[in-house]
């Protein structure tokens, strides 16, 4: 297992304002917009320090994305920011029209994603965005593991040309990623190196495959663990170079089974190299109100259900 050290605990989504504070200090182009959750995203400081760089939207989420789009089309790098349930869904047209279809560079910093909102429910608890967003042509889909990558995923978003759909959250989770950890678009980021099988993980889920990793290694199975915080473009790649040693593969993330990384997988396996795939995911259900570590181990998304399902797939292997 790659050596690491929990230096704190953290929400994503203060990683993406710190990184916005950064931004707005060392780049003029940079321009923020929100959709009246401006405490939630944590924009407050780059308000502040920016005030003629801040747009507030208001409830009018489909405009904000108009707007940003002009913004970007003048020179400019907006990041429109809101809860990721209506980031995504709400305003689906606006973005495959004016942000998608035209190649714009505009960055959506979609908070509050999956199950782990809690209490706000399921109206709020949105599961089907990366499949939104990945289906889209020109659509980058970043979904960062803790505080640390989520700022440097939004560094490196800013960098990037073109359309970024970032995936942060609510809950304050451990910080166990290097600060100083290079971000590369696109790149998966191995954490444990074995033959028995392959783990891939995204966002929040991440933190629970590292756990289900070490159970699994105390227990004699070698486990090779990769972060994928990029589901488009994926490293299909390392996937492939994984699962050929393995040969067999268990997909974790906090969104729907349909759509998600798991979806990419299999179908990146299902052209390669097929083998037995097992998933840590949600299976078509709408979420409910509750806290987040409830509603992971009522929804099939804790360690031992990780831990379950790296066994299914080896013995399906065999």
């Known amino acids: 297992m790659r050596p690491y050290t929990i230096t704190g605990k953290k929400d994503t989504r203060s990683g993406f304002g710190d990184a916005m504070t950064e931004l707005g200090r060392s780049r003029e182009d ?8 401006t405490g939630s995203l944590k924009l407050d400081t780059f308000i502040r ?6 747009f507030q939207a208001g409830i009018a989420e489909a405009n904000m994305i108009s707007v940003g789009t002009g913004l970007a089309v003048g020179g400019k790098v907006p990041f429109v920011s809101t809860f990721a349930a209506f980031a995504t869904g709400r305003v689906y047209d606006q973005i495959r029209q004016s942000v998608a279809y035209t190649d714009a560079n505009v960055k959506i910093a979609a908070s509050h994603a999956g199950l782990t909102l809690g209490e706000d429910g399921a109206t709020h608890q949105i599961m089907e965005d990366i499949g939104l967003m990945k289906m889209l042509p020109n659509m980058v889909v970043i979904n960062p593991c803790d505080y640390n990558q989520t700022k440097a995923a939004t560094l490196a978003a800013a960098d990037y040309r073109g359309p970024v759909y970032l995936r942060f959250g609510r809950p304050v989770e451990p910080v166990y990623t290097p600060e100083d950890e290079p971000f590369e678009i696109g790149k998966a980021v191995q954490w444990s190196e074995g033959g028995d099988v392959t783990i891939l993980a995204t966002g929040h889920l991440m933190w629970r495959a590292i756990q289900a990793a070490e159970q699994l290694e105390r227990e004699g199975v070698g486990v090779d663990l990769f972060n994928i915080h990029t589901i488009k473009p994926l490293d299909g790649e390392a996937v492939l170079a994984s699962v050929r040693k393995t040969g067999c593969v268990v997909t974790c993330e906090e969104h729907m089974m349909n759509g998600g990384l798991g979806d990419s997988v299999a179908q990146l ?7 037995p795939q097992e998933y840590v995911a949600v299976d078509d259900l709408f979420g409910e109100s509750g806290t987040p570590a409830e509603l992971l181990v009522k929804f099939g998304l804790d360690v031992p259900d990780v831990v379950a399902a790296a066994r299914r797939a080896m013995q399906r292997r065999r």
């Open 30 to 37: 940079v321009v923020a917009l929100c959709a009246d959750l």
């Open 269 to 275: 396996l299902g052209r390669h190299f097929p083998v």
């Open 49 to 54: 320090e920016h005030p003629d760089r801040f």
